[in-house]
């Protein structure tokens, strides 16, 4: 009785040892385009070390490790999504993944087979390279300001997703607006004075990076001064001008042809009479 009890202790404590790893699943984040390395947790392979990476909720494998035939492979993946972009560090057995794009976030789990199996899982997201935002007048709100004085901007962004845009004075911060969805727009309003000599920014930022854009007060609000009306579309007032000179030639032109033709009818008449 004893011996059997002791001989299914054993046994429990290898089944123990043979699916040992972590429950907790890393999480890892990455700009795209960049590259990403996941850890195996191993400083050196060992002979007897047999190391496979598999992606996604199917498991495709990606890339596997035998050392002591001296393997070490990489595959494509599915739809061949990984062609070219997969790199092994042949002492640790970690995996990089190089030139990363959105596609390759998922599920990633390194299988270590030893006298044990060890399983560590990785969830890692590729989010898009965030774009420069863009400061421009809000014509809109300017044309219908009260004040001659204030300068009305808009700054946005598009496509992007889990980001806060915000907007600053020197450092403080004077407003943001958040989007945790994907391939949204966002645009953040901010009101100047025309003679305003502090410096301001617009900021795009995610959890690990960020774009700036700073603002030129004098580029986008010194022509508002002076000529409000036209001041947020140049183009607009250069078409109007254009209009307004064809329309004048046409209305001389149909001017002529109507002196014209009263001249001719006039000539015509005078030479009825004569005969």
């Known amino acids: 009785?004893?011996?059997?009890?002791?001989?299914?202790?054993?046994?429990?404590?290898?089944?123990?040892?043979?699916?040992?790893?972590?429950?907790?699943?890393?999480?890892?984040?990455e700009?795209?385009?960049?590259?990403?390395?996941?850890?195996?947790?191993?400083?050196?392979?060992?002979?007897?070390?047999?190391?496979?990476w598999k992606f996604g909720q199917t498991e495709t494998p990606i890339a596997q490790i035998n050392k002591a035939a001296?393997?070490?492979?990489?595959?494509?993946?599915?739809?061949?999504?990984?062609?070219?972009?997969?790199?092994?560090?042949?002492?640790?057995?970690?995996?990089?993944?190089?030139d990363t794009?959105?596609?390759?976030?998922?599920?990633?789990?390194?299988?270590?087979?030893?006298?044990?199996?060890?399983?560590y899982r990785f969830n890692v997201t590729v989010y898009a390279r965030l774009s420069v935002p863009v400061i421009s007048r809000d014509c809109s709100s300017s044309s219908s300001s009260s004040s001659s004085s204030s300068c009305s901007l808009v700054?946005?962004?598009?496509?992007?997703?889990?980001?806060?845009?915000?907007?600053?004075?020197?450092?403080?911060?004077?407003?943001?607006?958040?989007?945790?969805?994907?391939?949204?727009?966002?645009?953040?309003?901010?009101?100047?004075?025309?003679?305003?000599?502090?410096?301001?920014?617009?900021?795009?930022k995610n959890s690990f990076t960020n774009q700036t854009q700073h603002l030129d007060i004098t580029q986008l609000c010194h022509t508002c001064a002076?000529?409000?009306?036209?001041?947020?579309?140049?183009?607009?007032a250069v078409i109007r001008l254009v209009v307004t000179v064809l329309m004048g030639v046409a209305a001389a032109a149909a001017a002529v042809l109507l002196i014209n033709d009263i001249r001719f009818t006039r000539g015509e008449k005078k030479k009825t009479e004569q005969i």
């Open 1 to 29: 009785m004893f011996h059997s009890l002791v001989f299914c202790c054993l046994c429990f404590w290898h089944l123990v040892g043979v699916f040992a790893g972590s429950d907790e699943v890393k999480s890892v984040t």
């Open 31 to 52: 700009s795209e385009g960049n590259s990403v390395t996941l850890e195996s947790g191993l400083t050196e392979i060992k002979t007897n070390h047999v190391i496979t």
């Open 70 to 98: 001296e393997k070490f492979d990489t595959y494509d993946g599915p739809d061949e999504r990984f062609k070219g972009r997969l790199q092994l560090d042949h002492q640790t057995g970690s995996l990089t993944i190089t």
């Open 101 to 119: 794009r959105t596609t390759d976030s998922g599920l990633y789990q390194v299988i270590i087979n030893e006298r044990t199996v060890t399983t």
């Open 155 to 204: 700054c946005s962004v598009v496509n992007v997703g889990h980001v806060t845009l915000y907007w600053y004075k020197g450092n403080s911060l004077l407003s943001s607006i958040s989007v945790y969805d994907l391939s949204i727009s966002l645009s953040l309003p901010l009101e100047v004075k025309y003679q305003d000599k502090n410096t301001y920014s617009c900021v795009l």
């Open 226 to 236: 002076e000529v409000p009306v036209y001041c947020c579309d140049t183009v607009e």
